[in-house]
């Protein structure tokens, strides 16, 4: 059973920083990407940034030049460093791993989500 822990989240000041940290864990065939999704309070889901193993990024427009997102492939650990936190920035914080598992019979896609970790941004 492949499962990803975030850890990092908590209370910051606007203009503060955090660190999130997301592990995975368990038998991953091949790892393809891992992403960080955020869902703020009343509205949906939506993407953050995502790193594939070959180190290639992607961004949501809102957190560009704010927002850094790193992988330890060795570990199967995918970082998000956030910076000039703003209060819109408020929100459950939620990991993504996407990649293939074996099974008995063949080689399946894998898609995990994490439980999430609440970033909130308020002075």
């Known amino acids: 059973q492949v499962q990803v822990v975030e850890s990092g989240g908590g209370l910051v000041q606007p203009g503060g920083s955090l660190r999130l940290s997301c592990a995975a864990s368990g038998s991953i065939f091949s790892l393809y990407a891992m992403g960080w999704y955020r869902q703020p309070p009343g509205k949906q889901r939506e993407l953050v940034a995502a790193?594939?193993?070959?180190?290639?990024?992607n961004y949501a427009d809102s957190v560009k030049g704010r927002f850094t997102i790193s992988m330890d492939n060795a570990k199967n650990t995918v970082y998000l460093q956030m910076n000039s936190l703003k209060p819109e920035d408020t929100a459950v914080y939620y990991c993504n791993l996407v990649g293939t598992k074996r099974t008995s019979f063949s080689i399946d896609r894998l898609e995990v989500w994490g439980q999430g970790t609440l970033v909130t941004v308020s002075s």
């Open positions: 790193i594939s193993t070959g180190g290639s990024t």
